[in-house]
C-alpha cells in the first residue's frame, strides 16, 4: 500500500520561509517521479513543482519559479518543496503526488493527506 505523508505546514509571515516534506512508503521511490501540488480555498487543486526519479529534472509553475525549489532525498524516501520569498496568494493545502508513469508524467495517481501553508501579509 503506497503511502505519502506531508509535514512541515505551518503559518508563516510573508517573505518568510518553510520546507516541505513528504515520506514516501510502499513504493519504489527511487524510481518514481514526484509533484508538489497546492489547493487554495475555493480553487482547483493546482500544479506547482514536479522532479524526475533521478532528481537530475525538474520543472515549476510560472507562479513559483525562482522562489520555491523541490528536491529529493531517494536514500530516505523523501522529497522536499523549499518555499522562500512567500507571499499571501501561497497560502493552501499543499499536496505531494506520485507517479507509476515515466518523466514528465501524464498524470499522478499516488497522493498524500495534504499540510496546510497560511502566509500572513
Known amino acids: 500500500q503506497v503511502q505519502l505523508v506531508e509535514s512541515g505546514g505551518g503559518l508563516v509571515q510573508a517573505g518568510g520561509s518553510l520546507r516541505l516534506s513528504c515520506a514516501a512508503s510502499?513504493?519504489?521511490?527511487?524510481?518514481?517521479?514526484m509533484a508538489w501540488f497546492r489547493q487554495a480555498p475555493g480553487k482547483d487543486r493546482e500544479f506547482a513543482a514536479a522532479?524526475?526519479?533521478?532528481?537530475?529534472?525538474?520543472y515549476y509553475a510560472d507562479s513559483v519559479k525562482g522562489r520555491f525549489t523541490i528536491s529529493r532525498d531517494n536514500a530516505k524516501n523523501t522529497v522536499y518543496l523549499q518555499m522562500d520569498s512567500l507571499k499571501s496568494e501561497d497560502t493552501a493545502v499543499y499536496f505531494c503526488?506520485?507517479?507509476?508513469?515515466?518523466?514528465?508524467?501524464?498524470?499522478?495517481?499516488?497522493w498524500g493527506q495534504g499540510t496546510q501553508v497560511t502566509v500572513s501579509s
Open positions: 503526488a506520485g507517479s507509476s508513469d515515466d518523466y514528465p508524467p501524464s498524470g499522478y495517481e499516488y
Open positions: 510502499g513504493l519504489t521511490f527511487s524510481r518514481t517521479p
Open positions: 522532479i524526475s526519479w533521478s532528481g537530475f529534472s525538474s
